[in-house]
């Protein structure tokens, strides 16, 4: 189960509604082993498309240098699908590298009448997706 509190829920949320109708991509921080979602990264789609997303590789090095530093490991990795449901597809399946990590996906379809709002969580492990329970808590 994926337990995180709401100003993180609403701050992936608002994040996705922003950079919609294009993907929005970034991840939740947490410190080294605790599996607990603390810091909000947002982060820039480099493809800027409505069907993709990529982090900068810069940007990428750069996180995971201060991630190191700070003795944090992503907790959650998120992006948004904008024209379709909040299900992994195969190339979110193939971007999957984090086997700690909770895979969140929102999907922002709703904004233009395709789809009802989703956030959902997954564990993606070998290219096994498992759907996991969200808790949403004031705070820890």
Excluded: W
């Amino acid at each position: 189960m994926l337990t995180l509190t709401q100003d993180l829920y609403d701050r992936i949320v608002e994040h996705a509604r922003k950079d919609h109708p294009d993907e929005a991509c970034g991840i939740v921080a947490g410190p080294a082993g605790t599996g607990r979602p603390e810091r909000f990264v947002p982060m820039l789609n480099a493809a800027r498309s409505p069907t993709f997303y990529e982090f900068d590789s810069k940007d990428l090095l750069k996180l995971y240098r201060e991630l190191d530093d700070r003795d944090e490991e992503p907790v959650i990795v998120y992006h948004s699908h904008t024209a379709t449901e909040a299900y992994p597809s195969r190339t979110d399946i193939t971007y999957a590298n984090e086997p700690g990590a909770h895979y969140v996906l929102v999907s922002t379809a709703d904004q233009d009448g395709l789809g009802e709002f989703q956030f959902r969580s997954y564990r993606i492990v070998d290219g096994v997706i498992t759907e996991e329970e969200v808790q949403v808590v004031d705070s820890y």
